[in-house]
């Protein structure tokens, strides 16, 4: 028999392929974190040749989720999956505590202070504390405007939920 004629043969995508894959889609406001950063992405399973990816909305309303879901299924068609589907799962709740270290690292770094829970707001360009509250709704519902008290400098708190 020969093993060309088989379907599938030397072109089987494993299961870890499809969740690599599926963890390169980033957040379409902050495009420096990864939905991997953002701990949305749940899980990614395999059944069949087709593609199942679980995600977790980081509120209800965001509409950054909706563009998320489109961005999942058109990377992993490009990568040759073809069969891709895209499941929302609300419990548990994603909190701000499911960024990673890395997302809170990229997130100083691209000029936004990360949430903080009962720490103090630090401004991610001089590091002072106690900010002032701009505007308690930023450039998107899950941020704040605020301005840092040293050195004068607008930045977004992304906020603790
Ligand atoms: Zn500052």
Redesign the pocket.
């Known amino acids: 028999m020969d093993a060309a004629l088989l379907p599938g043969v030397g072109m089987v995508k494993t299961v870890v392929d499809a969740a690599a894959v599926a963890a390169t889609v980033v957040d379409p406001e902050i495009p420096v974190l990864t939905i991997s950063d953002l701990g949305i992405l749940r899980d990614v399973s395999q059944d069949e040749g087709s593609v199942v990816v679980t995600i977790t909305p980081t509120y209800s309303g965001c509409p950054a989720m909706r563009q998320i879901e489109d961005d999942i299924v058109s990377v992993l068609r490009g990568a040759g999956f073809d069969d891709v589907s895209v499941k929302t799962s609300h419990n548990p709740s994603w909190t701000t505590d499911w960024i990673n270290d890395e997302g809170r690292r990229k997130l100083a770094e691209f000029g936004i202070a990360p949430p903080t829970g009962e720490h103090e707001i630090l401004?991610?360009?001089?590091?002072?504390s106690e900010?002032r509250i701009v505007a308690r709704f930023g450039s998107t519902a899950c941020k704040a405007l605020m301005a840092?008290?040293?050195?004068?400098?607008p930045?977004d708190y992304f906020k603790q939920f």
Do not use: D
Not at 123 to 128: G, S, Y
Not at 148 to 153: I, M, P
């Open positions: 401004c991610p360009r001089c590091e002072a900010p840092c008290s040293s050195c004068g400098e930045f």
